[in-house]
């Protein structure tokens, strides 16, 4: 059983950056960020394996950087570049297993999420 709590939502106009936070109860290999705006479906955003293996949903790639402390357990995802469609609730996950996926099913524990909304 793995418990994650995520922080640093917020508001901020276009343009604007934040750094999301989530924090694990113990070390996980493998974690993500998704988000899931109004009428949408839940999607990935960036997933981290390991040690260091990055990978980034095209809508988000080069604005966004996923990144882990593992002395922390602490995984953290900053945004630059902020835009309208990346209004969202953000969550953090976490699975067993070193696939790098985006299917929603495939996480086992999630966060109750964190709320950015950028405005134009």
């Known amino acids: 059983e793995v418990e994650v709590e995520e922080s640093g939502g917020g508001s901020v106009q276009a343009g604007g950056s934040l750094r999301l936070s989530c924090v694990a109860s113990?070390?996980?290999?493998?974690m993500a960020w998704f988000r899931q705006a109004p009428g949408k479906e839940r999607e990935g955003v960036a997933i981290h394996l390991g040690y260091g293996l990055t990978r980034y949903a095209e809508s988000v790639k080069d604005r966004f950087t996923i990144s882990k402390d593992n002395g922390k357990n602490t995984l953290y995802l900053q945004m630059n570049n902020l835009e309208p469609d990346d209004t969202a609730m953000y969550y953090c996950?976490?699975?067993?297993?070193?696939?790098?996926?985006?299917?929603?099913?495939?996480?086992?524990?999630w966060g109750q999420g964190t709320q950015v909304t950028v405005s134009s």
């Open positions: 996950a976490a699975r067993f297993g070193s696939a790098m996926t985006f299917a929603v099913e495939e996480y086992d524990f």
């Open positions: 113990k070390f996980t290999y493998n």
